[in-house]
């Protein structure tokens, strides 16, 4: 398919950095009106929007991060009234303290063909039938996604929750030609047809576009290898739009970064410095278009590069390495992300257990498996195992309520995980 917006998407450099500073300076008059937040740091930094002639002179604002957003919630980052905010997207259970997003109507269009762009790039037609395969409570962009493919022409079948069993069924027989999912999830695909002997060749997908997890070039493989397809990823930013920010083209070559609507930067991770193209670093993004929840100079917590070479497909827009690392210790376990300090947050409001605690990650064949150790106090470690069996259940029980994984859980003698790692993931080691 042509690509679906080529006066944006092919725009000479010098004409987008024009549009990205005329957005820069709009959207930085209006925050500084409706934002306290905002209003209080230029006031202290003694800089006003007119003093940014140029997209460098954005390294003179300081950055901002989650715990920015977190201190403000739930409203305080808002720049519009809350009765023009038609959607509320809160943070993931497990992903630290809670931050809420508002979207305006606008907002959500934008998201929308923000999708429809990325779908085109991923040679999506309204000739395909798209299966989405995610879960539309927890992951906000697959309403977006469902949204997207639809304003593409093309016909959308949502099967969140549908077992597996099921989605491989209607999978064959509705035709589906395009399946959006996240990594994991083709990978149980892949695992649960060749349990059941299901031949590929008997379905009649062309195209998989994966969302919601970082892919290893392994992983990629084995569903290109195992499905028979194409392959696309695409990326976002929880407090963002995600994904919608970056997206594969058929070339294969990094993803391309929508900048006709997000001011992209790298900076050293410890140190903020803005960082020459190329060279490895923390992606920090401003928003330029969004309405309700503007974002200026935010830390994603993502490691990558920008490099600007031209691309064969035509997009003059820069590209970014597919993200890798976090500067932050986050967990992607079966497509739930979660920071490990949520697991100390949980023990803690447990009794009888310590705040001693370790975490290993295994992977067995295609399956992700959770082991988490806990310290016990020493009179509970002496009670009946009926005490201590309760006492398990209870703290998977609460695991499970606020990070959404349920990991198998042993209970430790006191002291016995002295000198022991915390966070043990044998995903890598194991292939």
Same mark, same amino acid.
């Given at each position: 398919? @042509? ?31 409706n ?7 230029f ?7 007119s ?12 950055l901002?991060?989650?715990?920015t957003?977190a201190?403000?919630h /739930? ?11 038609v959607?509320?997207h809160?943070s ?18 934008v ?11 991923a040679?999506m037609s309204?000739n395909?039938?798209?299966q ?6 927890l992951f ?6 469902h ?25 064959r ?8 999912c996240?990594?994991?999830?083709a990978? +149980?695909?892949i695992?649960?047809?060749?349990e059941?002997?299901?031949? /590929? ?5 062309h ?7 970082r ?12 499905l028979q397809?194409?392959?696309?990823i ?10 919608g920010?970056a997206y594969e083209?058929?070339q ?8 006709? +609507?997000?001011?992209?930067e790298?900076?050293? /991770? ?6 020459p ?15 309700? #929840?503007p ?7 993502d490691?990558t ?14 590209r ?10 986050l ?5 739930t992300? #979660?920071? @490990?300090?949520e697991?100390g +947050?949980?023990l ?18 295609t399956?992700d498996?959770?082991?988490l150790d806990?310290?016990?106090? @020493? ?14 259940g ?9 990070l959404r994984?349920? @990991?198998?859980v ?16 044998k995903?890598?080691?194991?292939g």
């Open positions: 398919m @042509p690509i679906l917006e080529i006066d944006r998407e092919t725009m000479s450099r010098e004409e987008l950095e024009q549009l990205q500073l005329e957005r820069l300076q709009a959207i930085l008059n209006r925050v500084i009106r934002v306290a937040f905002y209003r209080n740091w006031s202290q930094e003694k800089i006003l929007p003093d940014l002639r140029s997209l460098g002179d954005l390294v003179r604002l300081p901002i991060d989650r715990q957003l201190a403000n /739930p409203y305080g980052m808002f720049a519009v009234p809350l009765r023009e905010v959607r509320l809160p993931a259970p497990g992903y630290g303290d809670p931050v809420v997003i508002g979207y305006t109507k606008k907002d959500v269009l998201w929308t063909e923000l999708k429809a762009r990325s779908f085109a790039a040679e309204p395909d039938l798209v989405v395969y995610l879960d539309y409570l906000p962009g697959a309403v977006v996604a949204y997207g493919a639809e304003q593409l022409g093309a016909c959308v079948t949502p099967l969140y929750n549908c077992p597996i069993s099921d989605q491989i069924e209607i999978m027989n509705y035709r589906t030609t395009v399946l959006i996240t990594p994991t999830r990978i +149980h695909i695992r649960y047809m060749r059941r002997g299901v031949d /590929p060749k008997s379905l009649f997908l195209t998989v576009v994966l969302v919601g997890e892919l290893s070039q392994n992983v990629r493989k084995q569903i290109e290898e195992n397809v194409n392959v696309f695409q990326y976002g930013v929880p407090e963002i739009c995600s994904p920010v083209c058929g294969k070559n990094g993803l391309h970064l929508n900048e006709d +609507h997000f001011l992209a790298i900076v050293h /991770p410890e140190t903020g410095e803005r960082l193209e190329g060279e490895r670093g923390e992606l920090v993004l401003t928003t330029l278009t969004k309405e309700a #929840f974002l200026i100079r935010y830390r994603t917590g490691i590069c920008l490099y600007g070479e031209a691309c064969a497909c035509g997009r003059t827009f820069l970014m390495e597919s993200v890798a690392s976090r500067t932050d210790d967990l992607v376990v079966e497509g992300e #979660f920071l @490990p300090s697991i +947050h949980v803690s409001r447990v009794e009888h257990v310590t705040a001693n605690y370790s975490l290993t990650i295994l992977r067995e064949e399956t498996r959770i082991e806990v310290e016990v106090t @020493p009179e509970i470690f002496q009670d009946r195992i009926k005490t201590l069996e309760s006492l398990r209870n703290i998977e029980e609460a695991l499970f309520e606020r994984i349920r @990991p198998m042993r209970l430790v003698e006191p002291m016995s995980l002295h000198g022991r790692e915390r966070i043990i993931d995903r890598n080691q194991n």
